[in-house]
């Protein structure tokens, strides 16, 4: 008789792990309040600059921008910094698409570097092999809520006096070495979607340090508006990124539900990282010792195949889920992506005439980004590690399950 659910045999877990979003009273009555108000819209000015003051804090910033996603927050901090054609990012390939097409939206080239074996996140021993004269900024992108090495990627970037974007969508409340990502680079860039650790449905949020880049991507998102300027005076190009006054509310009442959700997750992801470690077969993301705050957004971890009898990864994914786990294999590196696969000769901005280079995806390789997303990682979303100690460890005794029984799985 087969042991695993994918084979027929009784599944290890049937009940639903917990819920997301979480909202309360709160949420309800702050929606309430912008509703009665009447002043809904971004411009209203109530509730937005409240929450900007309060999350800026959060992340130990001095400056925030809130608006519509993180896909646009991206995009502005890039063009505040003055990156267009020709100039090239530096960044990792596993990573969500918007850090690459925010690159390429503000007619800049992204130039992949591989990442780090064990963290996941870019390696800042890969960078230094990426730069080029047209090289103008990196982007660390703290995977899953883990910090990059930001005291190595400072190093490289001071070095060659690039700018740092850090791309923290994943990140709220993650901490290196004591200091809030977003608040480390020149600029960084959060998500409020849904999945992520604080949402509204949709939303975004620029932090720096700097007044002239605040003041710039503030214009940007702000139709060329200038802070404390008239309504009718637009000194730059800019568009309308506003983030409305209820997404501002529902992510204001949020707010202080997030340090205890983060210790949640700190104790369970602990408490699973050590569990499935004894696993065969099984490890997870290494936490580097300056790490003093991961945000887990994700929680990834890798298989090897070989205590899996050499199934493709997606088989192991597909047993693990069958077992009631909602176990995902994550990202393929993105130069495989048919957008950069498939970029026609001549198109722009890969070929514009400020290009030095011919700029050909097809022959990018990260090796270690390609080895782990084809055969070996594997992730959880944050809210699972809202749940109980039981739940993490219905987790392990899945995965534990298929690796030990993986042969039903040759033979199917
Ligand atoms: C790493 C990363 N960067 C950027 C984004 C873009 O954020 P949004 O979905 O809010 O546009 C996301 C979110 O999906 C992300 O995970």
Request: glycine residues 8%; aromatic residues 8%; hydrophobic residues 40%.
């Amino acid at each position: 008789m087969a042991h695993l659910a994918v084979c027929g045999g009784e599944k290890t877990r049937r009940e639903p792990f917990h819920g997301w979003p979480v909202f309360g009273e709160e949420e309800r009555r702050a929606v309430l309040d912008v509703l009665e108000s009447g002043q809904w819209g971004g411009v209203e000015q109530r509730v937005v600059p409240r929450f900007e003051e309060q999350f800026a804090a959060f992340q130990q910033c001095e400056y925030a921008v809130s608006v519509t996603n993180g896909t646009a927050a991206l995009e502005i901090a890039i063009r505040a910094l003055g990156i267009s054609f020709g100039d090239e990012v530096i960044l990792p390939p596993y990573t969500f698409i918007a850090s690459a097409t925010a690159v390429v939206l503000n007619n800049a080239i992204p130039v992949f570097a591989d990442i780090h074996p064990d963290t996941f996140c870019l390696d800042p021993e890969k960078i230094e092999a990426a730069i080029t004269p047209q090289t103008k900024a990196i982007m660390a992108v703290h995977i899953g809520g883990m910090p990059c090495d930001m005291d190595a990627i400072l190093q490289v970037a001071e070095r060659h006096g690039l700018f740092v974007i850090e791309d923290c969508a994943q990140a709220h409340g993650a901490e290196w070495a004591g200091q809030r990502v977003g608040s480390i680079g020149h600029v960084g860039a959060f998500s409020f979607q849904s999945s992520k650790n604080m949402t509204a449905g949709e939303g975004g949020l620029i932090v720096t340090n700097d007044r002239d880049i605040f003041e710039k991507c503030w214009s940007i998102h702000n139709v060329g508006r200038i802070p404390g300027g008239q309504w009718y005076q637009h000194r730059n190009i800019g568009s309308n990124y506003r983030m409305t006054e209820w997404q501002a509310a529902v992510l204001l009442a949020q707010l202080p539900r997030v340090p205890a959700q983060m210790k949640r997750r700190e104790e369970n992801a602990a408490y699973l990282a050590e569990k499935l470690n004894q696993v065969p077969g099984v490890s997870c993301q290494v936490r580097p010792k300056p790490v003093t705050s991961h945000a887990w957004h994700l929680f990834i971890f890798k298989v090897d195949p070989k205590a899996f009898g050499d199934l493709p990864k997606s088989r192991i994914v597909e047993a693990i889920s069958a077992e009631g786990i909602p176990v995902s294999g994550g990202y393929v590196p993105l130069y495989r992506e048919k957008l950069f696969t498939g970029i026609q000769p001549g198109s722009c901005p890969f070929a514009c005439r400020h290009v030095k280079r011919e700029v050909d995806y097809t022959t990018v390789s990260c090796p270690v980004c390609e080895e782990l997303c084809d055969n070996r990682l594997m992730w959880l979303h944050q809210s699972v590690l809202l749940g109980t100690k039981s739940d993490m460890d219905s987790i392990v005794e899945a995965v534990a399950k298929v690796q030990k029984y993986h042969g039903e799985l040759v033979d199917r």
